[in-house]
């Protein structure tokens, strides 16, 4: 029997039965045996190429070959070219249909490659049809028409419609003649950091986004790099953060850990393990920091999770250190592994790998909702974003739409290159903006260290809290599709309050607001932007509530403050009647503090109509500025 090693040693892990039915190879050519067996020998030691080329002079000895043919197959299998697969299997199967049809598997797995799952299926199930398969080689096939079937009712559910899946390989400045891969930036997209092999050596490395194009990546400046390997980063969104796994570092707790370094004046600083909360003698990798760096996401291979390497959060405590991790839960994690997880900008959208959830074959992308404390049903993202390979990370810009990846493709530059490409529409996370600018003393002009607070008014659910730096920068997003209260805190000082709606309409820039607080004295006063009334009533609206509390907080803080509420209105209709709704908004505002427990001595209110405008009533945008509830200071 003529060894079938191209086909066999293929068809080995595909679980293939050995062939014997009309077609004869006892009757093949012997000088085209003798080239199959060369072919073998040449596959044996890697060279696929030349093996081919003999594999097909000893199809032009004998045409009807069939094990030549299968054997080509197999071995463009082995280098992902699956329509060249293809088109020898099906040469196969045209000599003997009957004899080929033990090879449906391996045929199926090919047409699966290159997207056409009906075939697939229908091969499969041929397969399936063969009298008395081994119980190994149906169960491999039984989970390939799962996957195929899994694949035909997603195009389904999922039409592509006019979506394009059209990866652009972001070039020589990005990409090298070595391997790049874990792709991490800021939020507006200005840093991007990668992970560069060299010489077997894993580094960082970053290119800056400067009049339309990325400069040339150079290695992180710092202390960071190292002559151990350094993989896996992600950057907080404001750049000032920078965590990642080291695996065998001399003073970790296991194999693989997390590490952070920090943006100084001279660059990286020197990584710090982040500690026996969050790592153990298992595995640790793949972080994702959360926008508001409260929330940390990894993969780790700890004991009592549901598969492998399962997905946890650990949440960052008001004194800096970290909680114990949280595992995401049975909706998230399976009996198989999950790893590469990425908390989007909009702090909801979690995208992972998953090898235990049903899908194309291998580990494919998913994409989860987070819904109060617990995720929505994961999404697979469909082919061809997904394959039957294994993917790897996805990470996804502010902008909702534009994603990056790590692939081999054919105008790759060597090996894995970084890609950009579109998200189709239906695995988009919400696009987001973001606030950022300096918090500083009014008086003096110092930057404070302070809370920036971020709260949907809808739910009145707080969705982001940051704590500036040092001298009182801050960063936050803000995911389109909702409107929000934004409060800036810090005892001794009034609040600072403001409100984005981006329900409606979204702005086509992101917001830069300087912040002076006032501190607590008398006079002083501040725009409550977050009362809300109907027009033309005094009934407060319920989303009212976040900024009420806030006062209601500074009272208690500061037991001995006595403050005006004031009401202003527009110059719009009788100057009497606009005096009485001012009056009564400003009351309601008293009456809700008298009823949370302040007492009234210290609450006094009153309306001025539009005796006092902060800008022209002759447009809407200066009425609606005219329109006005204000906190002031009588006394401390």
């Known amino acids: 029997m003529i060894k079938k090693l191209i086909t066999i040693s293929i068809c080995a892990t595909l679980f293939c039965l050995t062939a014997q039915a009309q077609y004869d190879p006892d009757k093949v050519n012997k000088k085209a045996k003798a080239l199959f067996e060369k072919a073998y020998g040449i596959a044996m030691n890697g060279n696929y190429a030349e093996s081919i080329k003999t594999l097909q002079d000893a199809i032009k000895i004998e045409p009807r070959y069939m094990e030549a043919y299968l054997s080509i197959a197999g071995l463009y299998f082995e280098q992902k070219k699956y329509q060249n697969a293809i ?72 039409p592509a419609g006019n979506y394009k899946f059209a990866p652009q390989n972001m070039g020589d400045s990005i990409n090298s003649d070595q391997l790049e891969y874990f792709p991490t930036f800021t939020i507006d997209d200005a840093d991007f950091i990668f992970t560069r092999r060299v010489n077997g050596n894993e580094e960082f490395y970053e290119s800056h986004f400067v009049n339309g194009h990325w400069t040339k990546a150079v290695p992180l400046p710092g202390d960071i790099n190292s002559n151990l390997n350094e993989g896996a980063s992600n950057i907080s969104q404001d750049g000032q953060w920078l965590i990642f796994t080291g695996c065998n570092f001399p003073y970790g ?29 298992s595995w640790e990798s793949a972080p994702s920091l959360s926008p508001d760096k409260r929330d940390l996401y990894f993969a780790s291979g700890r004991p009592g999770g549901y598969g492998g390497q399962d997905l946890y959060v650990t949440h960052q405590l008001a004194n800096g250190r970290w909680s114990d991790p949280e595992n995401l ?33 291998g580990t494919d992308l998913f994409m989860a909702k987070k819904q109060g404390k617990s995720w929505s049903k994961p999404l697979n993202l469909g082919y061809p974003i997904n394959t039957i390979e294994n993917e790897g990370s996805l990470v996804v810009a502010a902008d909702g739409k534009t994603a990056y990846y790590t692939s081999d493709r054919s105008d790759t530059r060597g090996g894995l290159d970084l890609y950009s ?56 997003t803000l995911p389109v599709g909702k409107d929000y209260a934004f409060n800036v805190k810090r005892r001794g000082y009034l609040f600072f309050s403001e409100n984005f709606s981006l329900s409606q309409k979204t702005p086509d820039s992101t917001y830069n607001i300087d912040i002076p607080l006032q501190p607590i004295e008398a006079n002083a006063s501040v725009v409550l932007k977050n009362i809300f009334f109907e027009s033309g009533k005094f009934d407060l609206k319920p989303e009212s509530t976040i900024e009420l509390d806030n006062i209601f907080q500074l009272m208690k803080e500061n037991p001995t403050l006595k403050i ?31 009823s949370k427990g302040i007492e009234q001595a210290r609450l006094t209110f009153k309306g001025y109509g539009a005796t006092q405008p902060v800008a022209n009533n002759t447009s809407e945008t200066g009425r609606a500025q005219n329109r006005r509830t204000e906190l002031q200071v009588i006394s401390q």
Not at 121 to 139: G, R
Not at 433 to 456: I, R
Request: glycine content about 8%.
């Open 421 to 476: 490409f579109e998200l189709r529409e239906d695995a988009r996370p919400a696009r987001t903006l973001w606030v950022k600018g300096k918090v500083f003393d009014k008086k003096t002009l110092k930057g404070l260290p302070s809370g920036v607070e971020l709260t949907d008014l809808g739910t009145r659910d707080v969705i982001s809290r940051v704590q500036t730096d040092a001298t009182g920068n801050y960063l936050i």
């Open 329 to 361: 839960g049975p909706e998230i994690n399976t009996i198989g592994d999950e790893s590469a997880p990425y908390i989007h900008a909009d702090n909801q959208t979690l995208y992972f790998t998953s090898g235990g959830h049903l899908g194309y074959g």
């Open 253 to 281: 707790y296991g194999s693989c850990d997390l590490y952070i370094s920090y943006l100084t004046p001279q660059g990286w600083s020197k990584p710090e393990n982040m500690g026996n909360r969050i790592n153990t003698e």
């Open 564 to 594: 005006q509420i004031s009401g202003h209105t527009d110059n719009v209709g009788k100057a009497a009647d606009n005096m009485a709704l001012s009056n009564n908004r400003a009351q309601a505002v008293v009456k809700y503090l008298v």
């Open 87 to 158: 088109e020898n299997y099906e040469k196969a199967k045209g000599i003997d249909s009957s004899w080929f049809k033990e090879y449906n598997l391996p045929y199926s797995i090919n047409l699966a490659g290159v997207g056409e799952f009906q075939k697939a299926l229908k091969a499969i199930d041929e397969f399936l049809s063969v009298p008395n398969i081994n119980a190994q080689s149906k169960k491999a096939a039984d989970y390939r028409r799962k996957t195929y079937q899994f694949a035909i009712d997603y195009s389904n559910q999922h």
